[in-house]
């Protein structure tokens, strides 16, 4: 939702956005012309505490994300809206103007750390030709509903065999096994860095990386954000449908490609989905190295 927020400077006297408190001085950087305030999600799966309900807010939905000092805070703004808002409004609207911006974002819309930045940078420099890039299989936050969209390591094992690039873990929470793995196989894991509470070394990481490949998570989402090319794995039919737009391209990032199975029947048998896929992603990576070498 932050690719909307470049199009509110000189809009407002003061422009005030809620966010997640791990990415306040990320926005901060990004954003100099909006105060944001932290706020913790609400999420029962991630925080496991249930939303406080405030009777005088009439937007259910609103009401369930303020805590008390927000709750102060909103009472002096003139205008209140979630960011969907205006992005469906220019769309519907202005779609010309919102093509143009979408346009000028494509590298990159949050800024990360430049002396982070440059330590990954220098991290990976030795890889020569070799593109460096990063892969996720599966969120930190699980459940029955989610899991189907999401990846073991084992599964991706067949495409890091295939293809000489230089490949990061920037999956959260490494299990013992897939530490193992990863060693195994030659997969970076960046050191000393917290996949799941530093935003800041997340999008500092991801800026330095040449490509991401994977499934939809918070790393995969701050690579988009930060200017990283995205490719995510469709596993289930609702992932192609909310994901996929005009010509594979991701409907949700600027710069993301969606691969999905090139036959629907395909979605039935894992093995032959993931077959199809990771061929799709072993051609696509081949092109991408020989474009990087032109």
């Known amino acids: 939702m932050a690719q909307v927020y470049g199009l509110l400077e000189d809009r407002a006297g003061e422009i005030v956005i809620s966010c997640e408190p791990r990415l306040e001085t990320l926005l901060a950087r990004s954003f100099p012309f909006v105060?944001?305030?932290?706020?913790?999600?609400?999420?029962?799966?991630?925080?496991?505490?249930?939303?406080?309900m405030h009777e005088e807010i009439a937007e259910r939905i609103l009401s369930g994300y303020?805590?008390?000092?927000?709750?102060?805070?909103?009472?002096?703004?003139?205008h209140v809206f979630f960011p969907e808002e205006i992005m469906g409004q220019m769309e519907l609207f202005q779609p010309g103007l919102w093509q143009s911006h979408l346009g000028r974002i494509r590298a990159g819309y949050l800024r990360p750390e430049p002396t982070r930045h440059a330590h990954w940078a220098a991290q990976f420099r030795g890889s020569g030709e070799r593109p460096v890039v990063g892969l996720l299989w599966r969120s930190a936050v699980q459940s029955h509903s989610r899991n189907p969209n999401y990846l073991s390591l084992e599964e991706m094992l067949p495409l890091i065999r295939e293809l000489p690039c230089t490949w990061v873990s920037l999956q959260p929470q490494l299990s013992p096994e897939e530490r193992r793995l990863c060693e195994d196989h030659g997969i970076l894991i960046p050191a000393e860095l917290d996949l799941f509470d530093d935003m800041e070394g997340i999008a500092a990481c991801c800026a330095a990386l040449d490509l991401v490949v994977g499934i939809s998570s918070l790393p995969f989402e701050l690579a988009a954000a930060v200017g990283c090319p995205v490719w995510m794995l469709a596993l289930t039919p609702a992932a192609q449908y909310k994901r996929q737009g005009t010509a594979g391209m991701d409907q949700l990032t600027v710069n993301g490609r969606v691969f999905a199975p090139r036959d629907l029947t395909l979605f039935a048998d894992r093995n032959a989905m993931l077959g199809d896929l990771l061929e799709q992603i072993v051609g696509a990576l081949k092109a991408f190295r020989s474009e990087r070498r032109r």
């Open 66 to 78: 303020l805590d008390a000092d927000y709750l102060v805070k909103l009472r002096d703004c003139d």
């Open 35 to 52: 105060r944001f305030h932290p706020l913790r999600r609400r999420w029962t799966l991630l925080w496991q505490e249930r939303p406080i």
